[in-house]
């Protein structure tokens, strides 16, 4: 009797430590809601509207419900030295944030919220961000483990994943699989030693501390890792970064806090930016996300069509890992690259936030911005996103319809004059259709019997008309600074209704367009052209009207659908 009273008070107490240590691990484990760029936001849901327009719904609605956020987990950590509270988690979590909501979740579900609160550090090359609470804010906290971890040890992981879209609170208990995992396949960790376990994650994990117990800690647990990574193609094998590198990155913060006012520090950003040049992987880190608000998603999309195969794989991949907005930062470090090839930048001083350059031996500034903890440009006055595309002719030119307006006049007849509403399709880059409405009036040759000669006369005659004519063509846009020259030809067949009946035409028509991109992917052209047609008379209408030709000049406006 005694030994089962014994056993039951145990298990009692091993139930209350157990209920005890859940309630500590949800006082410093948290959830994270980004609150995102105002221009990542624009220019995702601007994205959405362009893909949407062009029947790509799947994708806009991705993107659309990606702009809104997410949320991730994160765990709170206490400064040895300034006794501050931060929030450790994945850069992943809030890469396009400049400030986060922080939520502690009780299990009798009561809510400790803190809002705006900064992200103070990212690391560009480990997939680690800090968050700062509030300055006085005191909360318990976790702390690192001294020792490394082997194969086989307990670990465990806290963490809020999504369950019906809302935040979860799940606790879960695995081995260390691998605890020296090199991947090949995350290629930028192909050196550091990652953590492979088994403790359960899922989408919304990330940034979650990977722990082991311990007797020495308040709460019973050390942290061994952050949980960034889910191996989809293996049962149970999830990835976490070592708390070593956790703490080097707390470190290095600490001892190099970076701010906009610390003139050294800007000018020695400066020169580091101007170093990277020579490689667009380089330049991505420099380029903040408030840049994004001076771009839409018709100049992303040029820059991607400009760019080798390589940046291209890089920039799809960034969209596939559900980084859009660091796929956009790829193309634009890859367009600033292209525009600095064979050309030199110097920096000469700095003047508050902007930094003076010599660009080609000519003034020229860069703006900066203090974002993440980093220094980042924010605008460089001798990049103009608009003309950043090469000059020549422009294979990522096109637009899918448009609606031409236009007049079209032979200057041999002043009378005749014929007015055209044109459906425009680029098929292809360089080939392209019309569908032309056209009503006024158009020149003919009649024939009329003179009976004092006893022979025909033929005289021009102006006759009113409606009717169609289809054209199929080449283009050749050429990209010059902001526009594209467009030279075209086109040949074309039509018929006109006239007060008699029928008449057919045929004939080609050639010109030039001049397109202004207004925004996104919609352009303004203005054209001017000349036609040459001829007109095939029905053998019905032979004793009245004979084959015509005549030149017309066509002048037209139009705008894209």
Known sequence: ????????????????????????????????????????????????????????????????????????????????????????????????????????????????????????????????????????????????????????????????????????????????????????????????????????????????PLLIKSAESANGYHVVGLS??????????????????????????????????????????????????????KIIPFISYEYLSEITPGDFNDWYRACPKEAKDVIVKHFNKSNPIEGVRTALAYAIYNKMTKKSLKVVDVDNSNVNMLYENKPATSQWVEEQGNLRVKSLSFFNARTSGKNGIATDFGYKSSLAFGISKAPAHKSNLLFNISYCNTTRTFMTYDVTLKFGSIPINQNSYNYSTSTRDTTTVILKTIGIDLSYGGQLPIRLGPICLIPYIKPFVGTNMVEDGFIFNYGVKSGLETAYRINNRNYLILGIGYKFTRLAVAEFFRDTYVKTKFHNFDTFIKITL
């Open 1 to 208: 009797m005694r030994k089962i009273l014994l056993f039951a008070i145990m298990a009692i107490s091993f139930n209350l430590t157990t209920k005890s240590q859940e309630v500590d691990l949800r006082s410093v484990v948290a959830v994270i809601h980004p609150n995102y760029y105002e221009s990542s936001t624009k220019f995702l849901n601007d994205f959405s509207s362009m893909l949407r327009k062009d029947g790509y719904v799947k994708a806009a609605d991705w993107l659309e419900s990606y702009a809104k956020g997410g949320f991730g987990t994160g765990f709170a950590y206490q400064d040895t030295t300034t006794k501050e509270i931060f929030i450790i988690t994945n850069r992943h979590v809030v890469m396009l944030a400049n400030s986060a909501t922080i939520e502690f979740i009780g299990s009798d579900k009561s809510v400790v919220k803190y809002e705006n609160c900064p992200v103070v550090a990212v690391d560009d090359k480990i997939d680690l961000a800090l968050i700062a609470l509030p300055y006085g804010v005191q909360r318990p906290s976790l702390t690192f483990a001294k020792q490394e971890i082997k194969d086989g040890e307990d670990v465990f992981t806290a963490s809020y994943p999504a369950l019906g879209g809302k935040p979860s609170w799940q606790f879960g208990k695995g081995v260390v699989s691998n605890s020296k995992f090199y991947s090949t396949i995350l290629e930028e960790y192909e050196n550091i030693p990652l953590i492979q376990h088994t403790a359960q994650i899922d989408a919304g994990s990330s940034g979650s």
């Open 228 to 281: 960034t990574w889910k191996a989809l193609a293996r049962e149970n094998a999830n990835i976490a970064i070592p708390a070593k590198y956790i703490i080097n990155f707390i470190n290095e913060h600490n001892q190099s806090k970076i701010t906009i006012s610390n003139e050294a520090q800007l000018l020695e950003k400066a020169n580091e930016f101007v170093k990277a040049l020579d490689d667009y992987k």
